[in-house]
């Protein structure tokens, strides 16, 4: 059962531009949400979160929306620059559970076109 | 800072043969958790530990264990593998658990096991 989703498995966007990634989740018990991106051969590396009590929050170019009645959440990044081309997963956790035992997306490879 | 530190990096085994897997957290960091990422797919959570208590387990067989020590780096053993077990296992420390900090986990750069 693939509680968190991520539809799409890959976007091309041309530099400058906006770039949406979406996810969709299916527990509504998740309060908290994370999004990652990814290189090859790194580790993932922490974005942007956002609690279930904000329906938004932005870090400089990363602006993360949530929104609980659709079970959706999606990282718009703006202006999108060839540096961002990578893997990003979405995560989701149950905080109330005592853990930060986090579900993640299969990921979308974003590839930014200079 | 250093960040999180996994050993080795890169290791090839055979079926049925174990393994052992280190990571060392952030300083400061109390809690390690373990997870498993096979191609394509996203990490599935394998293990939380915080304080060297076991305080969440992912739906993985028992030949999967771990244990946390008192400088809170921590180790995942890996029983009898199987060729399905080949996969990169990434380590991530965070300060505490949920309810007490916030809950950004950070990875370290995974150490890649392949199993024959």
């Known amino acids: 059962d693939q509680q968190v989703k991520q539809n799409s498995p890959s976007l091309s966007v041309q530099e400058g531009r906006i770039s949406i990634l979406n996810c969709d989740y299916t527990?509504?018990?998740?309060?908290?949400f994370l999004w990652y991106k990814k290189y090859p051969a790194e580790g993932p590396t922490f974005l942007i979160s956002i609690s279930s009590i904000k329906d938004k929050n932005e870090d400089g170019r990363f602006t993360v929306f949530l929104n609980k009645s659709a079970k959706h959440l999606s990282l718009h990044i703006v202006p999108s620059q060839p540096g961002d081309s990578a893997v990003y997963f979405c995560a989701a956790s149950r905080t109330t559970s005592g853990t930060y035992k986090y579900i993640f997306g299969t990921g979308t490879r974003l590839k930014v076109l200079a | 800072d250093a960040g999180v530190t996994q050993s080795p990096t890169h290791l090839i085994k055979t079926r049925g043969q174990h393994v052992t897997l280190r990571c060392s957290p952030i300083?400061?960091?109390?809690?390690v958790s373990w997870y498993q990422q096979v191609l394509g797919q996203g990490p599935q959570f394998i293990f939380q530990?915080?304080?060297?208590?076991?305080?969440g387990r992912g739906n993985f067989p028992d030949r999967f264990s771990a244990r946390q020590f008192p400088n809170y780096s921590s180790e995942l053993n890996v029983n009898a593998l199987l060729l399905g077990d080949s996969a990169l296992y990434l380590c991530a420390s965070s300060l505490a658990l949920a309810g007490v900090s916030t809950g950004e986990l950070f990875f370290g750069e995974g150490s890649r096991l392949t199993v024959l």
């Open positions: 530990y915080y304080e060297k208590e076991e305080r």
């Open positions: 300083s400061g960091h109390k809690s």
């Open positions: 527990n509504s018990m998740f309060d908290y």
